[in-house]
């Protein structure tokens, strides 16, 4: 027979078997994950998530000793695997679950509606990266992972990476005019401005977000590891609550992270957080709703109104600026770039 239990994180199971009227168990065995494979399911087809939540997996092979086997995307795959060489890397077309048969799996993810089989707690509750060491069972301090950082310099110029482009409108700085105020601003300070989204414009129906005037392009499909070889060189980093902010964080520069829709806890601190607490916000984090992936105008209160999306509205460009004088002083010579 089968004993199956609901909760699918990290426990670690007693399993006592008796026969009938006998107290005395004649199997008593405890969980051990010492030397055994496990393998840790990550979801394809997004960045940030692996990000945040890849060093909890690391923090679990070396708590238990195991065998660990990580599913994931090849992208994901070739970013990360030559740092990790004690971690077998595996993306789903090749993972040969049979073959391996695991001693234990686990799944990581976000999973709304009050899920608590594949969640100790709603991730909603401790910020979503963290919910990887909850399911784990590991210290849920955050921590980036171990990047390749060893690229040389190809631009002699001082320069700043932004990236305006997101999966959601709500993820989005809504201000219409926000980010030419900012790329204006930078390039008075000295900076080149380069844009590193994968594509110069996103966007659903009639609702579309294209590259500020006045950035230099550097978009287009390259790998993550060339991202990351331009990330290190900037200055800082200027963007959203978005896959490309979760990189340049691994990347060990300064990110002035913009957002409305998150609350600052919802994401990986940083001094340069930018948030406007004056109006609605923070829908992401309300466990009274369940964010909808194919709804690209989701705003759960004041969808259709002259409200939507306020969240990033009322942040202004002055209020992005005036963070940015702030960093752009903290790592220059009182504001000279040398």
């Given at each position: 027979?089968?004993?199956?239990?609901?909760?699918?994180?990290?426990?670690?199971?007693?399993?006592?078997?008796?026969?009938?009227?006998?107290?005395?168990?004649?199997?008593?065995?405890?969980?051990?994950?010492?030397?055994?494979?496990?393998?840790?399911?990550?979801?394809?087809?997004?960045l940030?998530?692996?990000?945040?939540?890849?060093?909890?997996?690391?923090?679990?092979?070396?708590?238990?000793?195991?065998?660990?086997?990580?599913?994931?995307?090849?992208?994901?795959?070739?970013?990360?695997?030559d740092?990790?060489?004690?971690?077998?890397?595996?993306?789903?077309?090749?993972?040969?679950?049979?073959?391996?048969?695991?001693?234990?799996?686990?799944?990581?993810?976000?999973?709304?509606?009050?899920?608590t089989?594949?969640?100790?707690?709603d991730f909603?509750?401790?910020?979503?990266?963290?919910?990887?060491?909850?399911?784990?069972?590991?210290?849920?301090?955050?921590?980036?992972?171990k990047?390749?950082?060893?690229?040389?310099?190809?631009?002699?110029?001082?320069?700043?990476?932004?990236?305006?482009?997101?999966?959601?409108?709500?993820?989005?700085?809504?201000?219409g005019?926000?980010?030419?105020?900012?790329?204006?601003?930078?390039?008075?300070?000295?900076?080149?401005?380069?844009?590193?989204?994968?594509?110069?414009?996103?966007?659903?129906?009639?609702?579309?977000?294209?590259?500020?005037w006045?950035?230099?392009?550097?978009?287009?499909?390259?790998?993550?590891?060339?991202?990351?070889?331009?990330?290190?060189?900037?200055?800082?980093?200027?963007?959203?609550?978005?896959?490309?902010?979760?990189?340049?964080?691994?990347?060990?520069?300064p990110?002035?992270?913009?957002?409305?829709?998150?609350?600052?806890?919802?994401?990986f601190?940083?001094?340069?957080?930018?948030?406007?607490?004056?109006?609605?916000?923070?829908?992401w984090?309300?466990?009274?709703?369940?964010?909808?992936?194919?709804?690209?105008?989701?705003?759960?209160?004041?969808?259709?109104?002259?409200?939507?999306?306020?969240?990033?509205?009322?942040?202004?460009?002055?209020?992005?600026?005036?963070?940015?004088?702030?960093?752009?002083?903290?790592?220059?010579?009182?504001?000279?770039?040398?």
């Amino acid at each position: 027979g089968w004993v199956i239990s609901t909760k699918k994180y990290y426990v670690k199971f007693r399993i006592q078997v008796s026969k009938k009227d006998d107290r005395t168990p004649f199997l008593d065995t405890v969980m051990a994950l010492n030397g055994k494979p496990v393998v840790i399911s990550f979801p394809t087809g997004t960045l940030g998530d692996i990000i945040s939540w890849f060093p909890y997996a690391e923090r679990f092979r070396k708590k238990h000793n195991c065998k660990l086997y990580c599913v994931m995307s090849k992208e994901m795959c070739v970013l990360l695997s030559d740092q990790y060489p004690e971690i077998k890397f595996l993306n789903p077309e090749n993972y040969p679950e049979q073959s391996l048969q695991p001693y234990a799996t686990y799944r990581i993810g976000l999973f709304f509606n009050g899920d608590t089989n594949n969640q100790p707690l709603d991730f909603r509750l401790v910020g979503f990266h963290r919910n990887a060491g909850y399911i784990l069972g590991v210290d849920t301090r955050e921590e980036p992972p171990k990047l390749n950082l060893t690229a040389k310099r190809e631009i002699a110029e001082p320069y700043v990476c932004i990236a305006v482009q997101s999966t959601a409108q709500a993820k989005h700085w809504n201000n219409g005019t926000g980010w030419s105020e900012v790329v204006t601003h930078l390039k008075k300070l000295g900076y080149r401005v380069l844009c590193i989204d994968r594509s110069s414009h996103g966007g659903n129906g009639f609702i579309w977000n294209h590259i500020p005037w006045g950035v230099e392009d550097f978009t287009g499909d390259i790998s993550l590891q060339e991202r990351v070889d331009l990330l290190i060189h900037a200055s800082f980093f200027v963007g959203l609550p978005s896959g490309l902010s979760w990189l340049a964080w691994a990347c060990d520069i300064p990110v002035v992270l913009i957002s409305g829709f998150s609350r600052p806890a919802s994401e990986f601190y940083t001094p340069w957080r930018v948030f406007n607490p004056h109006g609605c916000n923070g829908c992401w984090d309300n466990t009274s709703f369940d964010f909808d992936h194919t709804d690209f105008l989701w705003c759960p209160v004041h969808k259709g109104t002259e409200r939507q999306f306020e969240c990033t509205r009322l942040i202004t460009g002055k209020q992005v600026c005036g963070v940015i004088n702030s960093l752009h002083m903290t790592i220059t010579n009182n504001g000279k770039i040398e």
